[in-house]
Each structure stands twice: as C-alpha cells, then as structure tokens.
C-alpha cells in the first residue's frame, strides 16, 4: 500500500512529528524503514490502523496494542467514515476496493456504503463531511452502473425518484436500480416531474412490468398520476413502494419493498417471475414480508 514521510504519517494522525518519532521510540510502532538518505518512511497500512484505533481508544497505548493485532482491517462503515470525515477520496476509493476483494458489487453497497452514509446524514445533513460523502457515494454507485452487465431478462422496471441530490433516499434508488441491473433486468430511472406527454412516451417506449416509486418528496395525487398512467400504457403492471415513497394514506394495495436494496430485489423478481421466489436467497423473508404487508 506504499509508505509516506513522517510529516505526512504525523499529520494523518493529528500529531506533531515529535510525537509521532517519540511513539516509535517508546512503543517500536509504528516501525518506519530507512531510506538510503537516513530518512524515515512509515508503512501507510500501519499508520492507517493506528489512526483507526486510535479514533476508537484516544489512547494511544491501547491504540497501539489494537493496531498490532488487527492491522488495517476489513473495509467496513467505520473505515468509511474515517476516509469521509477527512475528505480523504482516495483512501475512500481503497476501501471499496478492498470491500469488493471479500464482498459482491450488492453487498459492498449494501453493507459499508449506504450504512457509512446514513449515519453521517443521522449526525447532520448539513454537514461539509456529509456532502462529500454523498458526492462520493453517487459517483462510485453510478461508476458500478455503468459497467454492469447488459440486460438479459425480457421485462423493464421503471422506477418513479421523487428523491432530490443529496438526500440519502437518491442514493438508495440509485443502489436499487443498480442491483436490479446486476440481476439481468433492464431498469430506467425516471423523475416525478416529467411531462406527462413525455412520460407517456417513455412508458410505451419500454413496457414496464413493474412501477417501483422512490423518493420521498412527491404528493400523493402526483404519484396517483404517475401510476394511472404506468397501468393505462401497461396493463397489469406491478406497483410497488420503496422506502414509504407513498405518503400513508390508509389503506393501499401498494406493496412495500422495505428499506434496503437487495431485499427489495427479491420482491420484485417475485413479481416478475413468481415461479422461482422460492429457488432464491431470501424467499423465508419474502414470504415473512407479503404476510406482513396483508
């Protein structure tokens, strides 16, 4: 993973140089190798560790002890907000890496990404830190996208965003329309403000199979439109709710999808092809869910 100067290692960990040599000194860690000139070059994944531990401990001797045994470790939520509290891109970038070496595509996304984020925006969304994290987030989701497989199922998900840049739900009709992609269906993201000419004219362009509303900004009768629409152009197209995108009214016959990306995948490849629900992971869920939802 390289190695950095002792200025750049003291200033990743918030110490002075001093206290970073005077670390090595009384603990051997991190250990630094030596340049043919005499000067010192610390190990990058060490010094990683260390800061991690030591933003968990604020002790540097329990933080030193914690960094020995575990090293850097899994790229994890934790990590991921470290990188993105200092606006570090680059290090933000190796963790997915290192994600995808031990996880898929779906549960990198589902397991550090939109995690890490959610709790910046539960601390403040209007925060510098949660900005760039979500910037960040929207790039790598729309770089998995375009690089995802080419569709080779037969039906089309349209999803309805009611979401704006920057909310946490964009990202998550982002993260579901990308593993509805890496599932094979071809998928197209709409928004809520359409022109309903323009709309019509999309809709008979793909045929939907399913109607998937997202986002949570958009009034009821907009999306009674949006669905009157779907179903005038698709006859029994599948209407579904992600994330509570429709305002509670009541009763609906609208099937919720739950809160997260790969669940909401099971329910509407159900949909589409009910015959294999149960040949899939996740069909004990499913069938907990439908009962659920009535």
């Not at 739950?258 to 329910?267: K, S, T």
Request: proline share 5%.
């Amino acid at each position: 993973m390289g190695s950095i100067r002792t200025n750049a290692a003291a200033a990743m960990l918030g110490v002075s140089p001093n206290t970073l040599r005077s670390w090595e000194r009384r603990f051997g860690f991190p250990e630094p190798r030596r340049t043919a000139g005499g000067h010192r070059q610390f190990d990058l994944a060490e010094v990683e560790a260390l800061r991690s531990a030591f933003e968990e401990t604020h002790n540097v001797s329990s933080a030193i002890t914690i960094a020995r045994e575990r090293g850097a470790g899994p790229a994890s939520p934790t990590r991921l907000r470290s990188a993105f509290q200092r606006f570090e891109e680059q290090e933000a970038d190796r963790i997915a890496e290192e994600s995808l070496s031990v996880r898929s595509v779906e549960r990198t996304v589902e397991e550090v990404i939109l995690p890490t984020v959610e709790a910046l925006a539960e601390d403040d969304v209007d925060a510098p830190e949660y900005g760039f994290a979500w910037r960040w987030s929207a790039g790598w989701l729309a770089a998995q996208r375009r690089v995802a497989p080419p569709a080779f199922r037969d039906d089309t998900v349209v999803l309805f965003d009611a979401s704006h840049s920057g909310d946490v739900d964009a990202l998550h009709a982002q993260a579901l329309e990308l593993v509805l992609r890496r599932s094979g269906l071809r998928t197209l993201t709409l928004t809520v403000a359409l022109d309903p000419t323009r709309l019509t004219r999309a809709l008979h362009a793909v045929m939907p199979r399913a109607v998937v509303l997202t986002g949570g900004r958009a009034s009821l009768d907009t999306l009674s439109r949006l669905v009157y629409q779907a179903r005038r152009v698709s006859a029994g197209v599948a209407v579904l709710d992600y994330r509570g995108a429709l305002p509670d009214s009541g009763a609906t016959i609208v099937e919720h999808l739950g809160d997260r990306p790969l669940f909401a995948r099971e329910l509407v490849l159900a949909h589409l092809d009910p015959s294999t629900a149960g040949e899939r992971p996740g069909a004990t869920a499913l069938r907990e869910a439908r009962h659920a939802t009535g």
